[in-house]
């Protein structure tokens, strides 16, 4: 007897093991859509910074270069990092897919990747970027205060308490704001990450994989837009290599 698909099955059998890349600002939701998509299709996320924690604490050969150079307080290098990640990527748990988060950084090291993945015949399939609108960012970050007693969040445009200054689920009158989160913090770091990530999305967008996703919406239909876009990439692929 054979169980008919879910729409759930078609859809994690139309992204078979996607190499992808997630870009986007902070406060852009890459940590929510990363997860969404480990969870809905079984994807692993490698970010740089846990893969070399993993990696020191396995004490492979290329952890230990990295434990070196880290105690020394230097930088690790971009040939470290490859290293470590071909171990990683040779893991079984990753043969399902995997979203690549903090690397590649430059274009040099976007090069290093794509020479990595075309050892085991692999390539990126989707570098998804998630958009959003700097100046309604900054506004939708720098708006945010919290209940300092019990934590309840607030929003200046969008969840004002019903009486100012005082906390509807607690009533006490300490409103905190985080000092970070000042709207001019907000468009530096904005402006920080698409100063860093510019060369990255012309090198992805000449490869014809990047895909520009609009992060301003309902986490839903991102997440609901960044599956169809990994979809599609797969798709792409398949008839690549047809
Ligand atoms: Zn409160």
Redesign the pocket.
Known sequence: MTQSKTPADVAAAAIASPVLILLGPPGAGKGTQARMLEQRYGLVQLSTGDLLRAAVAEGSEAGKAADKVMKSGGLVSDDIVIAILRDRLADPDTARGVILDGFPRTTVQAEALDDLLAESGQQIDAAISLEVDDEAMVHRIAGRFT??????GYHDSFKQPKVEGV??????TNMKRRSDDNAETVAERLAAYHKQTAPLITYYEKRGTLQRINAMGAIDEIATTVSRAVAEATRNRSMRSA
């Not at 906390?167 to 006490?172: E, H, I, L, R, W």
Request: hydrophobic share 25%; aromatic share 0%; with cysteine.
């Open positions: 209940c300092g007693a019990c934590g309840e906390c509807d689920v607690c009533g006490a």
